[in-house]
């Protein structure tokens, strides 16, 4: 089956940076769409970028500029290098996937999650 697990997640200063990690297993990964979202408390779950099996990303207006999402195929693995973060930034970061499509940043789109990984921003 399908399986999801992030890493890389912490503790930073706003301004600083960190990488997320997804190792997916289970499934031909280089045909799905990947995508990251976040969760803080209290919050709805919201996309945060995605890429497709050609690698088209997308991403949402709010880390424009300071995250890049990226993928390698031959480590079944995709990232998500966040810079210039802040405390609004802070939340459980999920990674999902999903069979082929584009990366659209619904969660509903996407069948497999993993556990998450905790990012906290301090001012």
């Known amino acids: 089956q399908v399986q999801l697990v992030e890493s890389g997640g912490g503790s930073v200063q706003a301004g600083g940076s960190l990488r997320l990690s997804c190792a997916a297993s289970?499934?031909?990964?280089?045909?799905?769409?990947m995508g990251w979202f976040r969760q803080a408390p209290g919050k709805e779950r919201e996309g945060v970028a995605g890429?497709?099996?050609?690698?088209?990303?997308s991403y949402a207006d709010s880390v424009k500029g300071r995250f890049t999402i990226s993928k390698d195929n031959a480590k079944n693995t995709l990232y998500l290098q966040m810079s210039n973060l802040t405390p609004e930034d802070s939340a459980t970061y999920y990674c999902?996937?999903?069979?082929?499509?584009?990366?659209?940043?619904?969660?509903?789109?996407?069948?497999?999650w993993g556990q998450g990984t905790q990012v906290t921003v301090s001012s």
């Open positions: 999902a996937a999903r069979s082929g499509g584009f990366p659209i940043l619904r969660p509903t789109e996407y069948p497999y």
């Open positions: 890429i497709d099996s050609d690698g088209i990303t």
């Open positions: 289970g499934y031909t990964y280089s045909t799905y769409c």
